[in-house]
Protein backbone atom coordinates (compact mmCIF):
# COMPACT_ATOMS: atom_id res chain seq x y z
CA UNK A 1 0.00 0.00 0.00
CA UNK A 2 0.89 3.51 -0.51
CA UNK A 3 2.90 5.17 2.51
CA UNK A 4 4.63 8.40 2.77
CA UNK A 5 7.01 8.99 5.73
CA UNK A 6 7.49 12.39 6.94
CA UNK A 7 11.03 13.32 8.83
CA UNK A 8 13.00 16.12 9.56
CA UNK A 9 10.71 18.10 12.20
CA UNK A 10 12.00 19.72 15.56
CA UNK A 11 11.89 22.34 17.79
CA UNK A 12 14.06 25.43 16.67
CA UNK A 13 14.44 29.16 17.47
CA UNK A 14 12.61 32.01 15.60
CA UNK A 15 14.80 32.91 12.83
CA UNK A 16 16.47 29.35 12.20
CA UNK A 17 15.96 26.30 9.70
CA UNK A 18 14.96 23.24 9.54
CA UNK A 19 14.70 20.39 6.37
CA UNK A 20 11.62 18.37 6.14
CA UNK A 21 11.77 14.78 4.05
CA UNK A 22 8.93 12.53 3.50
CA UNK A 23 9.75 9.18 1.52
CA UNK A 24 7.11 7.78 -0.33
CA UNK A 25 6.55 4.07 -1.31
CA UNK A 26 3.73 2.00 -2.82
CA UNK A 27 3.11 4.63 -5.59
CA UNK A 28 5.12 5.28 -8.95
CA UNK A 29 6.33 8.77 -7.64
CA UNK A 30 7.30 10.33 -10.42
CA UNK A 31 3.57 10.26 -11.36
CA UNK A 32 2.37 11.78 -8.34
CA UNK A 33 2.63 15.82 -7.37
CA UNK A 34 3.24 16.27 -3.85
CA UNK A 35 2.08 18.67 -1.90
CA UNK A 36 3.23 19.88 1.82
CA UNK A 37 0.06 21.20 4.35
CA UNK A 38 -0.08 22.23 8.27
CA UNK A 39 -2.16 22.22 10.92
CA UNK A 40 -1.97 24.00 14.27
CA UNK A 41 -3.97 23.19 16.94
CA UNK A 42 -7.45 24.25 17.22
CA UNK A 43 -6.98 25.25 13.22
CA UNK A 44 -7.65 23.54 9.70
CA UNK A 45 -5.42 21.82 7.78
CA UNK A 46 -3.57 24.19 5.14
CA UNK A 47 -1.31 24.25 2.12
CA UNK A 48 2.52 25.26 2.41
CA UNK A 49 3.50 24.00 -1.10
CA UNK A 50 3.20 22.01 -4.17
CA UNK A 51 4.58 20.84 -7.05
CA UNK A 52 4.17 18.82 -10.01
CA UNK A 53 4.81 15.34 -11.18
CA UNK A 54 7.92 16.41 -12.77
CA UNK A 55 9.02 19.42 -10.50
CA UNK A 56 8.57 22.13 -13.01
CA UNK A 57 5.40 23.97 -11.88
CA UNK A 58 6.18 24.86 -8.19
CA UNK A 59 3.36 26.68 -6.36
CA UNK A 60 3.52 28.60 -2.64
CA UNK A 61 0.80 29.74 0.06
CA UNK A 62 1.78 33.35 0.34
CA UNK A 63 2.84 32.85 4.01
CA UNK A 64 5.71 30.85 3.50
CA UNK A 65 6.74 32.50 -0.18
CA UNK A 66 10.40 33.95 0.02
CA UNK A 67 11.24 31.69 3.04
CA UNK A 68 10.11 27.77 2.23
CA UNK A 69 11.02 25.92 -0.82
CA UNK A 70 9.85 22.33 -1.76
CA UNK A 71 11.92 20.24 -4.18
CA UNK A 72 11.87 16.73 -5.11
CA UNK A 73 14.11 13.72 -6.31
CA UNK A 74 12.21 11.52 -8.26
CA UNK A 75 15.22 8.83 -8.27
CA UNK A 76 15.11 8.84 -4.41
CA UNK A 77 11.22 8.50 -4.19
CA UNK A 78 11.47 12.05 -1.25
CA UNK A 79 10.00 15.51 -1.51
CA UNK A 80 11.52 17.93 0.50
CA UNK A 81 10.72 21.50 2.61
CA UNK A 82 13.81 23.66 3.52
CA UNK A 83 11.81 26.04 5.89
CA UNK A 84 13.77 29.08 6.39
CA UNK A 85 13.39 32.33 8.64
CA UNK A 86 11.15 30.37 10.63
CA UNK A 87 8.47 31.94 12.41
CA UNK A 88 6.40 31.23 15.37
CA UNK A 89 3.22 31.15 13.78
CA UNK A 90 4.86 28.17 11.66
CA UNK A 91 4.13 26.32 14.22
CA UNK A 92 2.15 22.87 13.49
CA UNK A 93 2.84 19.41 12.86
CA UNK A 94 3.04 18.76 9.03
CA UNK A 95 1.63 16.39 6.25
CA UNK A 96 3.01 15.41 3.33
CA UNK A 97 0.35 14.48 0.71
CA UNK A 98 -0.17 12.77 -2.47
CA UNK A 99 -2.17 12.58 -5.81
CA UNK A 100 -1.72 10.78 -9.32
CA UNK A 101 -0.48 14.24 -11.77
CA UNK A 102 1.48 12.49 -14.68
CA UNK A 103 1.75 15.04 -18.06
CA UNK A 104 -0.28 17.74 -16.05
CA UNK A 105 1.11 21.27 -14.94
CA UNK A 106 -1.08 21.97 -12.37
CA UNK A 107 0.05 21.60 -8.72
CA UNK A 108 -2.72 21.17 -6.13
CA UNK A 109 -3.63 22.98 -3.44
CA UNK A 110 -6.51 22.15 -2.12
CA UNK A 111 -6.49 19.16 0.54
CA UNK A 112 -9.72 17.55 -1.04
CA UNK A 113 -7.40 17.33 -3.95
CA UNK A 114 -4.99 14.94 -2.46
CA UNK A 115 -5.25 10.79 -2.41
CA UNK A 116 -2.25 9.84 0.12
CA UNK A 117 -1.64 11.81 3.42
CA UNK A 118 1.61 10.87 5.81
CA UNK A 119 1.32 10.86 9.18
CA UNK A 120 2.98 14.36 9.91
CA UNK A 121 6.15 15.87 11.73
CA UNK A 122 6.31 18.20 14.22
CA UNK A 123 7.71 21.72 13.96
CA UNK A 124 8.02 24.25 17.02
CA UNK A 125 9.31 27.55 16.66
CA UNK A 126 9.76 29.08 19.62
CA UNK A 127 10.14 33.12 19.78
Known amino acids: QVQLVESGGGSVQAGGSLRLSCAAS????????MGWFRQAPGKEREFVAGINWSGARIYYADSVKGRFTISRDNAKNTVFLQMNSLKAEDTAVYYC????????????????????WGQGTQVTVSS
Open 97 to 116: AAVYNSGSAYVPSVKGEYDY
Open 26 to 33: GLTFSWHA
